[in-house]
């Protein structure tokens, strides 16, 4: 069934990106809706708005990755933070309107199952992706298989009483509060006063200014310093960081957390821990959302 396509779609809190991809995860046509935010009917409208408009003749099943927390038995929505989406089934929704197999998985978990498959994770059996955007996200893959629950790795706890987390999570010191884009943004305030970013950071860490240079090192220690406790429970030996401000920073990021979270790490972890860049870049979510088509076409879920 070499010519077999699939419909990917990554939906995240300002945009629907949608895409037509071959089994090899080719994109063939793409197409980008803002995300309609006003109501739960309006949502899911535009998600299959999205979808028409990158359906084509021979499609065999669309595969969705969104950022609620999933019913992993049901693919229901049980609750979303930045979408209005709650108490639904998107994959059931989609099966009524196209007549094709749908699949649905959270956003990071589809993440995680793109760099495995074909990014940065190809060949290993355990690994951790830690996305530093806005946010921090993650997902994990464990003896083969990804974890399809609840893994908000940006919520565990790396300085207890630090910064306040962010959205609605009322905890202190989260990974998401001291190593994400924000965390950066925040600590570029603090050496150039307000309106600095993390852009900036990095920026001037590339032209070698200490103060930039060692900014970027302590939210890399702190980085790995939750790398080093999510190896841990995990056993792990692979972490890949991306996301927007993970990738531009990496260079600055990846030895002090590599170093911070063998300190930390208990053996055999610690020797062959290593930290790499997530390889796909933006298009992650899209490739997961392909690769969950896939699996909804073979009749996995
Ligand atoms: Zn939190």
Do not use: Y
């Not at 779609?9 to 006003?38: F, M, Q, S």
């Amino acid at each position: 069934m070499a010519s077999l396509r699939v419909i990917a779609v990554d939906l995240g809190g300002t945009k629907i990106l949608a895409g037509l991809l071959d089994r090899n995860g080719t994109v063939h046509r793409r197409c980008e809706l803002p995300t309609p935010t006003g109501s739960q009917e309006a949502l899911l409208r535009g998600i299959e708005e999205a979808v028409a408009q990158v359906f084509a003749e021979g499609v065999g099943a669309i595969g969705c990755g969104i950022p609620s927390v999933l019913d992993r038995r049901t693919g229901v929505s049980l609750d979303s933070t930045n979408i209005p989406l709650a108490g639904a089934s998107l994959g059931e929704r989609l099966i009524a309107r196209f007549g094709v197999p749908a699949g649905v998985e959270n956003d990071a978990n589809a993440a995680a199952l793109a760099e495995w498959k074909r990014g940065a994770g190809v060949g290993v059996d355990d690994l951790i992706l830690l996305t530093l955007g806005t946010g921090v996200g993650g997902g994990v893959v464990l003896d083969g298989s990804l974890f399809r629950g609840w893994a908000e790795l940006g919520h565990t706890l790396v300085v207890a009483d630090g910064p306040p987390c962010q959205g609605t999570c009322t905890g202190r010191g989260h990974l998401e509060a001291v190593a994400s884009g924000n965390a950066a943004d925040r600590a570029a305030e603090a050496l150039w006063g307000p309106g600095s970013t993390a852009e900036q950071l990095v920026q001037r860490a590339g032209g070698g200014d200490g103060a930039a240079l060692e900014a970027l090192a302590a939210i890399g220690r702190l980085l790995g310093a939750g790398i080093g406790s999510l190896v841990n429970v995990f056993g792990a030996e692979l972490v890949i960081v991306g996301g927007g401000f993970g990738s531009a920073a990496a260079e600055f990021l990846f030895e002090p957390a590599l170093e911070v979270a063998r300190r930390e790490a208990l053996p055999p972890a610690r020797k062959g821990l290593r930290i790499v860049e997530a390889a796909l870049g933006p298009d992650a979510g899209l490739i997961g959302a392909g690769l969950v088509a896939l699996a909804a076409l073979d009749g996995e879920r």
